[in-house]
């Protein structure tokens, strides 16, 4: 195996100055903390989620189940279904509560547009009876 060759004075020069750069600018390119562009870090073109409570184990429709996300709520309708329109983070968690359910959490990507979702809720175990 031959040894490397050594590095000329004007390459030290060229490889100190990228490396500086490099620092300078960060691994973000030309990103400067603290700066998230002309529209902010985490807003998009608006969402609106629509969907239905339901059963996990009947499939039945919930009625009453309170769905907030990062931004709104709602309460499902009679035949579980709700909508929530105009949601304009990248991403949000969708809380879905009922007093008879327990609460389901999901973090769920926005794409803009209409999204679909379907919550399926487990029942509550009531909590057992003490004995004297």
């Keep these: 195996m031959r040894p490397l060759a050594p ?3 004007r390459g030290r020069l060229i490889a100190a100055t990228l490396l500086l750069l490099g620092a300078c600018i960060g691994p973000q390119g030309s990103h400067r903390p603290g700066y998230d562009g002309p529209t902010g870090p985490s807003r998009q073109a608006e969402t609106h989620l629509r969907g239905t ?46 007093a008879d359910y327990d609460t389901a959490r999901t973090l769920l990507p926005l794409e803009g547009g209409d999204k679909l979702w379907i919550v399926r809720m487990r029942r509550s175990v009531p909590p057992a009876l003490s004995r004297p």
């Design 7 to 9: 590095i000329p004075p």
């Design 53 to 98: 409570v339901i059963d996990q184990a009947t499939g039945a429709a919930i009625a009453g189940a309170v769905v907030e996300t990062d931004e709104k709520r709602t309460t499902s309708a009679a035949d579980g279904t709700y909508q929530i329109g105009g949601l304009t983070m990248l991403a949000t968690t969708v809380i879905t509560s009922h």
